[in-house]
């Protein structure tokens, strides 16, 4: 019985770390600099994010300042709150071109985990905000 529970228990653990760590190369196979990743948070600037007193959207780039990928012009982290991996875009061209130019290519982007209160008027005002709009909306924004 114990055999059985402890048997259970690894190949659950195995699992979740299979999971948690399968696109853990999905940026260096496409040429990209990314992150160094750690199971079970992510990249290793996560756990800074994780434990600091600031958390929010703007902190998040800012465990990557100091570091070599802060001259990338692009570069892939891991632990994103909404899917697990995201693009991070530090060339202020480069984005131009990406909301501007290339908009058509980038019609769904992430919310950043944002969940929002239909009865609050400041919530309903991001949410229906140009960098918010996904899909038809999007494109009829960005003509």
Known sequence: MIVDIFIFLVVLFLFFYYRGTRNYKKYKLRGLPQAEP???FGST??????FSKNIGVANQYSVYMGTELE????FGVYG???NGDALVINDMDLAKRMLVKDFDHFVDRTEF???FNEKD????????????QKGDDWKKTGV
């Open 38 to 40: 750690s199971w079970p």
């Open 45 to 50: 600037n996560n756990w800074k994010m994780l």
């Open 71 to 74: 001259k990338e012009k692009m």
């Open 80 to 82: 994103h709150p909404d």
């Open 113 to 115: 985990g944002l969940k």
């Open 121 to 132: 008027e400041s919530d309903m005002m991001l949410k229906h905000s140009f960098m918010m």
